[in-house]
């Protein structure tokens, strides 16, 4: 049986489009330094408002990734 150790960091990304392209911001930017992403937790959603409507998305996300053995 194979044993797996994990650990979470905590990123924010934003999109002027929507809630699933700002996840996918903050992913993208994660892959270029952490190897070995596994999973994502949406913490929190927070959007910007200007002149009476919403300008962007804002989520903070926990990502799990593997820890090399």
């Known amino acids: 049986m194979s044993h ?5 960091i905590e990123v924010t990304g934003t999109s002027p489009v929507s809630i ?9 930017h994660a892959s270029r330094t952490v190897r070995g992403l596994s999973w994502f937790e949406l913490t929190e959603t927070r959007g910007l408002i200007e002149e009476g409507k919403v300008s962007e998305w ?12």
């Open 4 to 8: 797996h150790t994990y650990k979470k």
């Open 20 to 28: 699933e392209e700002a996840v996918e911001t903050a992913i993208t």
């Open 58 to 69: 804002q989520v903070t996300i926990k990502i799990g990734f593997n820890l090399d053995q």
